[in-house]
């Protein structure tokens, strides 16, 4: 009896063993979206600006332009046959998977915000995760008088005359140092010696 | 009898484990690879990019730096011909070609400080602050507007009109104080003279010892 004791010890614990490996098993999930690109393959392409482009460069007839506005900016004015993917939603299963299908079919999705910055995130965002076929708009939209006004847009442009106001003061000199607080003493003067009495 | 038989069902059993076992082995094997994301999910790195909690205004590192807010570093990712034409003061210049160089690594990977990094806009400011995440940095921050935004409200603030609050007039007297701090216009000219009289100063000068007088 103390034999069977034994086995039957080692065959709870095998089954508790294969239990855990199926529930293993079952519980195995992938990761949604995993990078695919890695720092240095991105940061190689915003080097390049390829990734930048304007309104009138698209040859496409029918090109796919996606807005990621909020649904409210979208719903006042936006440009032709846009579709509508806040930047919030831009890795939900719906978008990710129209901006894989566009890849499959080797079309490119064109993204376009209020200007470039907002449309960076989410660009970046996809060309991270593989989906290189995604482009920004390099352009500014205005909502103006019910109608959208598309505008192209000189990114990081600095401003031309910047160094004027500071007239001939270069601002190295100017960076601020800890001005520590000096009392000047005052000198006494010499007095003569007095004479006496 | 009964003995018996169970002593073969046990010897079954115990085959009838080893070969669940074997197979789960196998399983194993066929498992595809895992992958998983360094650092950050992209779901975690999108949460992070619609907060704008990110953007630092001019007018809060104006009066940081004015303050000299030791948890500070200025990090402009401009390249160097616009970094040594106008920059911040203090400002560590770190192209954003660069910006995954390893020197520069000690500046952007820590924790004590509260990094802040800026360009002429948002955009490339931007762009290594989603890059720099990715590798899991914290205390990421990015200067609104930029250099040019940072021009049109500290440096060249507009001027506001009577119909505006009271609190306009005092954000303007702010910026137009901070403006002359970060050296605009010819008025910054004299102040800086004045400091440097100050300055000049700073030996002091020893009392002579008097030589003494004819008592009575």
Known sequence: MKELEKTKRISISTVLFILVLVIGFLTFKQPRNVYKKTHEET??????????????????????????????????????NAINIPTAEILDNKSISLIGGLKNTGETAFIYGKNPDEANSAWMLLYQLGYDNTKILNVVTDHIDNKLVVRNYALEKPIANYAEIFKTITPEKVAPKPAKKVIPIKKKKKRKPEGGC | MINRKLAKILSKRYIILASMLFIAALGLVLLPSYQKNENITAENLLAKVINPERYIISDVLADKIITNDPSIILIDVREVDEFTKYTLPNAINIPLSDILNEDYQGYLDQDRYNVILFSNENFKADQAWLLLNRLGYSNLHVLNGGINGWYH??????????DMPNEAYELYNFRRAAGLYFGVGIKAKER????????????KQKKKKRKPEGGC
């Open chain 1, 43 to 80: 940061l190689s392409a915003l080097k390049s600006t390829d990734y930048l482009v304007h309104l009138e460069d698209i040859t496409n007839q029918h090109p796919v332009v996606i807005d990621v506005r909020s649904k409210s900016e979208y719903s006042k004015s936006h440009i032709e």
């Open chain 2, 153 to 162: 409200t500290i440096l060249n603030p507009p001027k506001p009109t009577e």
């Open chain 2, 192 to 203: 800086k003279v004045a400091k440097k009289v100050v300055k000049k100063i700073v030996p």
